[in-house]
């Protein structure tokens, strides 16, 4: 079993930048490719950014490309997504997920497991 906590997420100016984390417990965390996820209000959930357990590849979302960036720290079992210049469309609660199976995360945009989520605002 595999717990995920995210935090730093909150309220930003359009054009800004905020650090999600998400710090996981459990088995170890090296094993397993990290995703983020976002859903906003009224709509499906959609797939963000991925990490793979080594942190040599990642893959993102066009919508995010050049804006946000996902990266790990194994020694501290913890992912991270740097958002810089958000938009309001960004605006969402932000999930971090984890898997052994990289294309479970990032073709059919799943994970084993999942955290709780963090708002996410982004001001106009």
């Known amino acids: 079993q595999v717990q995920l906590v995210e935090s730093g997420g909150g309220l930003v100016q359009a054009g800004g930048s905020l650090r999600l984390s998400c710090a996981t417990s459990?088995?170890?965390?090296?094993?397993?490719?990290m995703g983020w996820f976002r859903q906003a209000p009224g709509k499906e959930r959609e797939f963000v950014a991925a990490?793979?357990?080594?942190?040599?590849?990642?893959y993102s979302a066009d919508s995010v490309k050049g804006r946000f960036t996902i990266s790990r720290d194994n020694a501290k079992n913890t992912v991270y997504l740097q958002m810089n210049s958000p938009k309001p469309e960004d605006t969402a609660v932000y999930y971090c997920?984890?898997?052994?199976?990289?294309?479970?995360?990032?073709?059919?945009?799943?994970?084993?497991?999942w955290g709780q989520g963090t708002q996410v605002t982004v001001s106009s």
């Open positions: 997920s984890a898997d052994t199976l990289w294309s479970r995360i990032t073709l059919t945009k799943n994970g084993e497991y």
């Open positions: 459990g088995r170890t965390f090296s094993r397993y490719h």
């Open positions: 990490i793979n357990w080594s942190g040599s590849n990642t």
